[in-house]
């Protein structure tokens, strides 16, 4: 049986894994009308793995007997100047969400629910891979210097992105 310290925590991580991809999916949005094809290709199957991200807590918060609350969304915001904002705003972001799960773990800790802990271990690993392909390509993107030929380089190249 879960806490309700720990449930309320996973439920509020749950709703910002579906921020996540609620703000990546705005972002795919933005980057189709640019238009930049790759950029968006990229950026919607990100919003898809948030989601898969926000139903890894929704399975385990049933499985550990907790109940799952799902809360309103906050809308995204839908301009951005240029791809380099877009992906300064996405590493921003991770580096946000590693934060929170973080928080958590140390939530986790003090209240001594090692299935939490261990179940959150996942998420550690997974957000250093998640700021280091954010990171990535901002520096891809500041190194072309809004170069618009080396830019649509890029974007057929996260274009390939499966
Ligand atoms: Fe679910 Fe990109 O962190």
């Known amino acids: 049986m879960l806490k309700k310290s720990i449930e309320d925590a996973l439920n509020k991580q749950l709703n910002a894994e579906l921020y996540s991809s609620y703000l990546y999916l705005s972002m795919a949005a933005h980057c189709e009308t640019i238009p930049m094809k790759g950029f968006a290709k990229w950026l919607r199957i990100q919003a898809d793995e948030e989601r898969a991200h926000g139903m890894k807590f929704f399975d ?24 380099g904002e877009v992906f300064d705003q996405v590493y921003e972001h991770e580096k946000k ?21 261990n179940f959150l271990g996942w998420f550690v ?26 830019l649509f380089w890029l974007d057929h190249e996260l274009g390939k992105r499966e």
């Open 60 to 83: 385990y918060i049933i499985e550990a007997g907790g109940t799952v609350k799902l809360t309103k969304i906050d809308a995204p915001k839908t301009e951005w100047k240029s791809v």
């Open 97 to 117: 969400v590693t934060a929170m799960i973080h928080g958590l773990m140390d939530l986790a800790i003090k209240e001594k629910d090692y299935a939490t802990i």
């Open 125 to 150: 690993k997974e957000q250093v891979e998640e700021e280091a392909n954010a990171s990535e390509i901002q520096a891809q993107i500041k190194m072309m210097g809004d170069i618009v030929g080396h």
